[in-house]
């Protein structure tokens, strides 16, 4: 009798099980490096796909939004302005993301973060001045205060009113560090809020 009983509800566990797979799969976040940062306080932040334009933000300041786009071919990754070579990575292995983000006051920037030939952390915050992209926030820059450590991935962590998280993960040794800072609008470009970095260790 307990084996007959077993033999029927042996079916309706498997199911119940691939349903809830399903929902985890559907459910699920979609990782911050896949495009998705989290944003509050009026904050917008876009995603770009290799190849795709993106006109959602006013790059260029010039109160027009701008067509941005990205290519990456033969370890070379390439972003584009308005049809214009803007930015060039000529020694990438890998491109976690290339985006754009807008504060809440309005100012745009674009964020680049790649890994490159020697499996280091690249690229950065960048914004428009005097019809430049320039870098002003150094993602890899962050372990500069942590001796010896190299830094393997980072970012963007999250964008709040006129406020960037950013991060950094690096290896020191046997060690593995994660540092962050955050950002905020000031004096027309983004510095950081405190002089001192946030540095966990495991």
Same mark, same amino acid.
Not at 12 to 31: D, E, S
Not at 43 to 67: F, H, P, Q, R, W
Not at 110 to 115: E, G, I, Q, R, T
Not at 147 to 176: M, P, R, W
């Given at each position: 009798?307990?084996?007959?009983?077993?033999?029927?509800?042996?079916?309706?566990?498997?199911?119940?099980?691939?349903?809830?797979? @399903?929902?985890?799969?559907?459910?699920?976040?979609?990782?911050? +490096?896949?495009?998705?940062?989290?944003?509050?306080?009026?904050?917008?932040?876009?995603?770009?796909?290799?190849?795709?334009?993106?006109?959602?933000?006013?790059?260029?300041?010039?109160?027009?939004?701008?067509?941005?786009?990205?290519?990456?071919?033969?370890?070379?990754?390439?972003?584009?302005?308005?049809?214009?070579?803007?930015?060039?990575?000529?020694?990438?292995?890998?491109?976690?993301?290339?985006?754009?983000?807008?504060?809440?006051?309005?100012?745009?920037?674009?964020?680049?973060?790649?890994?490159? !030939?020697?499996?280091?952390?690249?690229?950065?915050?960048?914004?428009?001045?005097?019809?430049?992209?320039?870098?002003? @926030?150094?993602?890899?820059?962050?372990?500069?205060?942590?001796?010896?450590? !190299?830094?393997?991935?980072?970012?963007?962590?999250? @964008?709040?009113?006129? %406020?960037?998280?950013?991060?950094?993960?690096? !290896?020191?040794?046997?060690?593995?560090?994660?540092?962050?800072?955050? +950002?905020?609008?000031?004096?027309? %470009?983004?510095?950081?809020?405190? !002089?001192?970095?946030?540095?966990?260790?495991?």
């Amino acid at each position: 009798m307990g084996t007959s009983t077993m033999k029927r509800t042996m079916p309706f566990a498997i199911v119940l099980a691939g349903v809830l797979a @399903i929902a985890l799969v559907v459910f699920a976040p979609k990782a911050a +490096y896949a495009g998705d940062i989290a944003t509050s306080g009026g904050a917008k932040y876009y995603g770009i796909e290799s190849g795709k334009v993106c006109k959602k933000v006013d790059l260029t300041g010039n109160k027009k939004k701008d067509k941005v786009k990205y290519t990456f071919k033969s370890k070379k990754l390439t972003v584009y302005v308005n049809g214009k070579k803007s930015l060039t990575f000529s020694k990438a292995k890998y491109c976690n993301y290339v985006s754009v983000f807008k504060l809440k006051n309005g100012k745009a920037f674009l964020a680049v973060s790649l890994v490159n !030939k020697k499996g280091l952390l690249d690229g950065g915050v960048y914004q428009y001045k005097s019809g430049k992209l320039k870098k002003v @926030i150094d993602f890899a820059a962050l372990t500069k205060s942590q001796k010896g450590a !190299k830094s393997t991935f980072g970012g963007l962590a999250s @964008i709040d009113k006129n %406020t960037v998280h950013v991060y950094c993960e690096a !290896k020191q040794g046997k060690s593995y560090l994660n540092i962050s800072r955050d +950002y905020t609008y000031k004096s027309k %470009t983004l510095k950081p809020v405190k !002089k001192s970095l946030q540095v966990s260790r495991w």
